[in-house]
């Protein structure tokens, strides 16, 4: 069996993230399990689901129960959820990319989920750390273009008096130009793909990050394309630039309950 949907499957309640490759593989799972009394809900970002569950009581009780176990979850979720939902398998994934419609179905539908991983989209990355910048547009998995750089940046003084207010601000100054110089190149790098981008992603110490966003007015005016979610990274060089994409397109799954036997056995 897979280690990480061994995870999934003995670690109820947490959460677990998995690549896109194998989540397409788990949801093939889904797709060829026989049969059963099950509720697959499409829950968009913020939390609103289609409550249309008519006066099948069913549907009314799983999808109440998937908001008691993970409300917080959902309505914290800039992409929106998929639940899919039993009384014996209680599984939600949180996909990379937003999704588009709500709905409440009965049975195991993996059609649209995989529609969400499976398509192509136009990615733009900007890793930021105090002293590096990286760059980058991918085109799926392909980097079409990008630039990495160095600027220094002086560690912390910790000595008191004048000293160390001269050394903060020379050390403020740049941070500036650190920040204004990665600015100047996400515009370069942006402008010739600005139309095809369909979501922008950052990554870095969510701090430094944030204080970046406040200096960059180009990417104030492209803030509905930024994902809150923070890109885990290193050194922000080329190397780390190119593995990205295995990162954006990973999704949160969280198993709260699955049946002995469930076949996950193919999923190796």
């Known amino acids: 069996m897979d280690d ?11 959460a677990t993230r998995l690549t896109r490759e194998r989540l397409l593989r788990l949801l093939d ?3 060829e399990v026989p049969p059963i009394d099950a509720m697959t809900a499409h829950v968009l970002p913020g ?7 008519g006066s099948d009581p ?8 998937v908001m008691s176990l993970e409300g917080e979850r959902i309505t914290a979720s800039d992409t929106g959820a998929v639940a899919y ?3 014996q398998v209680k599984l939600l994934v949180i996909p990379p990319f937003p999704l588009q419609t709500a709905s409440v179905s009965e049975g195991f539908d993996a059609y649209h989920l995989r529609n969400v991983v499976t398509a192509p989209r136009v990615t733009g990355v900007v890793l930021v750390r105090l002293g590096r910048y990286a760059v980058g547009v991918f085109r799926g998995g392909e980097l079409v273009t990008s ?7 002086k560690g912390r003084h910790k000595k008191g008096g004048s000293s160390q207010k001269r050394f903060a601000r020379i ?27 369909d979501f922008i992603f950052l990554g870095g110490e969510r701090h430094t990050v944030g204080e970046f966003l406040k200096r960059c007015p180009y990417l104030q005016r492209l803030e509905p394309r930024i994902m809150g979610r923070m890109l885990p990274i290193g050194e922000p060089r080329l190397r780390e630039l190119e593995r990205m994409p295995g990162e954006i397109w990973k999704s949160v799954v969280v198993a709260h309950s699955l049946p002995q036997g469930f076949p996950f056995q193919g999923l190796a």
């Open 4 to 14: 990480v949907i061994r995870n999934v499957v003995t670690a109820p309640g947490k």
């Open 29 to 31: 799972v889904l797709n």
């Open 47 to 53: 939390g609103t689901v289609n409550a249309g569950t």
């Open 58 to 65: 069913r549907l009314a009780k799983w999808l109440e129960e």
């Open 85 to 87: 939902w039993s009384d």
């Open 147 to 153: 630039k990495t750089n160095t600027r220094y940046v």
């Open 171 to 197: 050390r403020e100054k740049q941070i500036f130009e650190l920040f204004g110089k990665t600015c100047t190149v996400v515009s370069e790098k942006f402008a010739p793909y600005e139309r095809e981008i």
